[in-house]
DNA sequence: GTCTATAAACAGATAGAC
DNA sequence: GTCTATCTGTTTATAGAC
């Protein structure tokens, strides 16, 4: 077997020819993974869209496998350039002051999760993506929540924990971040029934302003709830 | 084209072994879509599934197409069995006793769409099945979605507003009756995040239990602070 | 109604010319 | 590195025997 020229290749070659048709293959593959799954996407396909030639895929990924895993390597690297600085640790100041700092941190991270999953154009193709591998895990999927659903949970728990004062990696705060996440996801994958439900001809920024505000004040609701318990 | 036997066939057959013929390559398409997505699956390996043979598939359903559209209506007949009594209309009084049993009914549907969603086996074909067609909208949505989802998110809407006092086909409660949804959902389509991130090595009863409890504190707290909202 | 054989198209992989 | 031609296996659909 032919070992594909996924790794070991210098930053300096970027823009050489044999980058661009690497990372437009990647591109192409991902959008047509993503709109018509792994196996109904043909790899003639792939190279057509991605104007390159059948055999190029061969060469840089060792076969339609390779693509698929260089796709998750892709994702995990844009998320976590987007997601990054979202959810990075600010400094917290202690009991109330605190309580209100991270809820703040909350809501502009509502607010950034809403804008990018359910009106960014290339997050559909992400999500999708990330979705088939959900419900049929591969190697993909192992890169993809290791790189990137592990580390932005438990942050995120990190997060609502401070906000609320319930333990961070406490069964129920995990459960509860989950639940949080789902009201927004759900956005894209049931896209087309909401778009149907809501008169919507397309979930553009506009809408993307009122599924914030109804998800925002949400989470506002179930925080307020937790830390009304303690006390 | 030959017209394929899906309409017109009398109830009395209904265990003629052609009728079992034909549920049983219903109950294999089903499952194998789910698992393997459409163009995933062959018709070699539904009939196989289905210990029929591959003619039997054109002669019943007209093709592959056909046993697509045949699966949304056996999804639709299936959920409306199912989510039908427990979304039904149940009498309620005015003012704050009838918000109270309003909630009560939206605190048992919680707990069975989470008993169903999460924790059924066979709820999980159905919803990657539908899954799928979200993502990639085809005839069968159309029956899915007028048949279910239409329906169902109208009642769950109600409901909501007789809970809250909101009204039930205003923009903002139709968004948040699909953020609860969304809550649920999300513990079976990130399944096997959830599975990792919990350390759990399955979502049986047990879980659901833990799913279902804190999905409802979520519900109640939300419906709490929109009815506060009015006072 | 069921099953088999086969057709026609298409898949992914690969060898080799350039 | 790129591109073409081709190999091998598999796909859906269908015609026809039983």
Not at 77 to 97: C, E
Not at 177 to 192: H, L, S, T, W
């Amino acid at each position: 077997m032919n070992e594909a020229r996924t790794s070991g290749r210098s930053r300096e070659a970027l823009s050489s020819q044999s980058e661009q048709t690497r990372a437009a293959l990647i591109r192409a593959s991902l959008r047509l993974f993503g709109q018509k799954g792994f196996d109904g996407t043909s790899t003639r396909d792939i190279a057509a869209a991605a104007n390159a030639n059948i055999g190029s895929i061969a060469y840089h990924f060792g076969g339609k496998e390779g693509l698929r895993l260089a796709c998750a390597g892709f994702i995990v690297d844009t998320v976590q350039r987007i997601a990054g600085p979202a959810i990075a640790a600010v400094p917290l100041g202690d009991g109330a002051s605190g309580e209100a700092a991270a809820m703040a941190q909350i809501d502009a991270i509502v607010e950034r999760m809403v804008g990018f999953i359910v009106a960014e154009p290339q997050a559909g193709e992400i999500v999708q993506f990330v979705l088939r591998e959900l419900s049929h895990p591969t190697a993909a999927l192992d890169a993809i929540y290791t790189g990137l659903f592990e580390p932005i949970h438990r942050r995120l728990c990190a997060i609502w924990a401070a906000a609320t004062g319930e333990e961070a990696e406490a069964e129920e705060t995990r459960l509860r971040v989950f639940a949080i996440i789902g009201q927004v996801i759900y956005f894209r994958i049931g896209r087309e029934a909401v778009l149907r439900r809501m008169g919507w001809r397309s979930v553009g920024a506009a809408e993307a302003v009122r599924i914030t505000s109804v998800v925002r004040e949400n989470v506002h609701a179930i925080g307020t709830a937790i830390r009304g318990r303690s006390s």
